[in-house]
Nanobody
Framework: QVLLVESGGGSVQAGGSLRLSCAAS??????VGWFRQAPGEGREGVAH????????YYADSVKGRFTISQDEDKKTVFLQMSSLKPEDTAVYYC??????????????????WGQGTQVTVSS
């Protein structure tokens, strides 16, 4: 059974930073991504990383503010979020899948999901 465990969510003021972590005993697929879902909204792809070589991909909404990375053991993926805005408030999910090179972070590519962690940004 694949288990993805997220941590690092919380509450922060606008302009602040948070780092999310997604840990697995081993990632089952080539790509690990982060998604977010605000109340009443669909699940939005934020970023993904190719485990083999660390190549990142970012949605335009977070480019320049968020950084996705992995540890040396390739068992934890991080999402460093800076310059946070109230519109970044959502439940953030980690997921594992296989995204074709150059494609966007979209739910159709991901099969394994974490339980989600809340991020709240106040103005």
């Amino acid at each position: 059974q694949v288990l993805l465990v997220e941590s690092g969510g919380g509450s922060v003021q606008a302009g602040g930073s948070l780092r999310l972590s997604c840990a697995a005993s081993t990632f089952p697929s080539a790509t690990v991504g982060w998604f977010r879902q605000a109340p009443g909204e669909g699940r939005e792809g934020v970023a993904h990383i190719y485990i083999a070589d660390g190549t990142p991909y970012y949605a335009d909404s977070v480019k320049g503010r968020f950084t996705i990375s992995q540890d040396e053991d390739k068992k934890t993926v991080f999402l460093q979020m800076s310059s946070l805005k109230p519109e970044d408030t959502a439940v953030y999910y980690c997921a594992a899948g296989a995204v074709p090179r150059g494609d966007e972070t979209h739910v159709r590519w991901f099969s394994y999901w974490g339980q989600g962690t809340q991020v709240t940004v106040s103005s």
